[in-house]
């Protein structure tokens, strides 16, 4: 039981390190200073986050972090940093928890701390960098707060199973909380990993409306099996143009993919991606739909909406590509019937009879 309340609290420690580090061993160290827990005799290794160079560096660096993860974009260069340093610091709080039994038990429970620490801060960050995608500031400072409280939170339930030796309590939470991570983590690196590309976009090649851009028409190998199974006419492909999809019916969230349209009697609009090992082809059912342009702060998207039913499509695309997401609304506006007339394609109103 001694074990598994010591591996118990060296792990709760480490997860929470991974979400704000400086918090986690100022409010400990401050904890143990001021006596409001006593470890000298469950844990006399934790006893040195006490002393008042601890409490006082840690205290400082929380308050300068408390003020750069409120900040957007701040707080994520502010995560990059420390993504070497939070796990170094979560396999030290476990190594002090468990003291110095066995050198290789000292090692394994140190990379085990570490990873757990790695995992907390990429869904951390990962969550930050999402977030950073709308350019108002109410939801970092929002988020940031939920962090704080979150961690404080846990330090409670850590100080509750060392002053009852309850070992069960604190490893069903934290236990709930990794396998949840690990359920949402791959859904969380797809959105990670689409607004880490957009970003680059955005900043590697601004956007230029002057550029004419002509739609290509040509699919990558891998995909032209899968567009045939929807289309089974093999009707031509007039453009086919690679974008990133939001969540829709049967369309995954922030998936890469190709938006393809084919060519008349029957145009058809197609999503087709790869996900792992299968193919992904859904085409998309327009009736009643119409189109719409809609620029944002990281990309230009793609927005196909209906009044009469759901779902509404998006398609997100790199803010450098104005010309060509322009492109595609018109062209998409063109297949739906939603131009409107020019004055040169309204026929002039027939003279009153009579009239020469």
């Given at each position: 039981?001694?074990?598994?309340?010591?591996?118990?609290?060296?792990?709760?420690?480490?997860?929470?390190?991974?979400?704000?580090?400086?918090?986690?061993?100022?409010?400990?160290?401050l904890?143990?200073?001021?006596?409001?827990?006593?470890?000298?005799?469950?844990?006399?290794?934790?006893?040195?986050?006490?002393?008042?160079?601890?409490?006082?560096?840690?205290?400082?660096?929380?308050?300068?972090?408390?003020?750069?993860?409120?900040?957007?974009?701040?707080?994520?260069?502010?995560?990059?940093?420390?993504?070497?340093?939070r796990?170094?610091?979560?396999?030290?709080?476990?190594?002090?928890?468990?003291?110095?039994?066995?050198?290789?038990?000292?090692?394994?429970?140190?990379?085990?701390?570490?990873?757990?620490?790695?995992?907390?801060?990429?869904?951390?960050?990962?969550?930050?960098?999402?977030?950073?995608?709308?350019?108002?500031?109410?939801?970092?400072?929002?988020?940031?707060?939920?962090?704080?409280?979150?961690?404080?939170?846990?330090?409670?339930?850590?100080?509750?199973?060392?002053?009852?030796?309850?070992?069960?309590?604190?490893?069903?939470?934290?236990?709930?909380?990794?396998?949840?991570?690990?359920?949402?983590?791959?859904?969380?690196?797809?959105?990670?990993?689409?607004?880490?590309?957009?970003?680059?976009k955005?900043?590697?090649?601004?956007?230029?409306?002057?550029?004419?851009?002509?739609?290509?028409?040509?699919?990558?190998?891998?995909?032209?099996?899968?567009?045939?199974?929807?289309?089974?006419?093999?009707?031509?492909?007039?453009?086919?143009?690679?974008?990133?999809?939001t969540?829709?019916?049967?369309?995954?969230?922030n998936?890469?993919?190709?938006?393809?349209?084919?060519?008349?009697?029957?145009?058809?609009?197609?999503?087709?991606?790869?996900?792992?090992?299968?193919h992904?082809?859904?085409?998309?059912?327009?009736?009643?739909?119409?189109?719409?342009?809609?620029?944002?702060?990281?990309?230009?998207n793609?927005?196909?909406?209906?009044?009469?039913?759901?779902?509404?499509?998006?398609?997100?695309?790199?803010r450098?590509?104005?010309?060509?997401?322009?492109?595609?609304?018109?062209?998409?506006?063109?297949?739906?019937?939603?131009?409107?007339?020019?004055?040169?394609?309204?026929?002039?109103?027939?003279?009153?009879?009579?009239?020469?």
């Amino acid at each position: 039981m001694h074990t598994l309340q010591l591996l118990a609290v060296a792990l709760g420690l480490a997860s929470l390190a991974g979400i704000n580090l400086y918090l986690t061993v100022f409010a400990s160290g401050l904890a143990i200073q001021q006596h409001w827990i006593d470890v000298s005799q469950t844990y006399p290794e934790l006893v040195i986050l006490g002393h008042p160079a601890i409490v006082i560096i840690s205290g400082v660096l929380f308050f300068l972090q408390f003020f750069a993860d409120k900040v957007p974009w701040v707080d994520s260069l502010w995560d990059t940093v420390h993504t070497v340093i939070r796990p170094v610091g979560g396999a030290f709080l476990a190594i002090r928890v468990l003291g110095n039994p066995d050198p290789v038990f000292d090692v394994v429970a140190a990379l085990l701390a570490g990873g757990v620490t790695l995992m907390t801060h990429s869904v951390k960050a990962g969550t930050r960098l999402v977030v950073n995608h709308s350019p108002e500031p109410f939801s970092n400072i929002a988020v940031s707060l939920t962090e704080d409280a979150a961690v404080l939170g846990g330090l409670a339930l850590v100080k509750y199973s060392i002053v009852h030796s309850d070992p069960w309590l604190l490893l069903s939470v934290f236990g709930t909380i990794l396998l949840c991570i690990a359920y949402f983590g791959p859904k969380l690196f797809r959105a990670v990993r689409a607004n880490a590309w957009l970003v680059w976009k955005k900043l590697s090649s601004p956007a230029a409306d002057h550029v004419e851009t002509e739609l290509p028409a040509t699919l990558p190998h891998e995909l032209e099996i899968a567009f045939a199974t929807v289309n089974p006419a093999r009707e031509a492909i007039a453009w086919a143009v690679p974008c990133l999809s939001t969540s829709a019916r049967n369309i995954p969230g922030n998936c890469f993919g190709y938006l393809v349209a084919t060519k008349e009697p029957t145009p058809k609009l197609v999503f087709l991606a790869k996900r792992r090992f299968r193919h992904l082809a859904e085409e998309l059912d327009l009736t009643t739909y119409k189109v719409a342009h809609e620029p944002k702060f990281l990309s230009e998207n793609v927005v196909l909406y209906s009044l009469e039913k759901k779902p509404k499509y998006v398609f997100a695309f790199a803010r450098s590509q104005r010309p060509l997401v322009k492109g595609i609304a018109t062209s998409l506006r063109m297949r739906l019937g939603f131009l409107a007339p020019t004055p040169e394609s309204v026929p002039a109103p027939a003279a009153p009879a009579g009239v020469a």
